[in-house]
């Protein structure tokens, strides 16, 4: 049994994710599932303490995950949680260009490596990105992500009177 931390900013949490989780649950046992910031996307619709409690709520009845928030560098983040791999999910061949990219900049930095699954073909093309956009114009999202995102979205736009 090995610990994993899979890192991301998860604004929201989708089905692509879960399944990501469950994959690296059968194959290592042990999950940290991090939220963390991207400095690419510095402001999200959900806090990042927000995003941890939709995936402690997810999660609720998988005891090999843990849930945490986390600054800093990803690499820090696997020290500090004690993880002895980097799960990331991959969609495409765009997903592997950049994420080769970070898997090389870890392991070069701290010598931890990433370990790359393919994402459930029935889920490859969700992304946060427009999770965020089809629900913020009333979009039916509830087959694409848990039901405590799909709840929390319907609250946030519903209490911005869309
Ligand atoms: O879900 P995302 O937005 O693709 O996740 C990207 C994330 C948060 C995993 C990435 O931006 C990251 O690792 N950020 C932490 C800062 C860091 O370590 N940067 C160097 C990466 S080589």
Known sequence: MSKVL???????????HVDVVDQALDLFGEVVFGVLV????????????????LAVDTFADRPGVTVGVFDGLVVDV?????????????????DFDIEQQMA????????IRTVFLPCN????????????EIASHGGD???????????ALTDRFASRGQ
């Open 141 to 151: 999202i509830a087959r694409l992500v848990p039901a405590p995102v799909s709840a």
């Open 121 to 132: 073909p029935e889920f490859s093309f969700v992304s946060s990105r427009f999770i965020r």
């Open 38 to 53: 991207n400095f690419a996307k510095p402001s999200g619709m959900f806090t990042p303490d927000e995003r941890v409690a």
């Open 78 to 94: 696997a020290a500090t949680v004690g993880a002895d791999f980097i799960v990331k999910g991959l969609r495409s061949a765009a």
């Open 104 to 111: 090389n900049m870890n392991r070069t930095a701290s010598g």
């Open 6 to 16: 899979i890192p991301g900013s998860f604004d929201p949490l989708h089905n692509g």
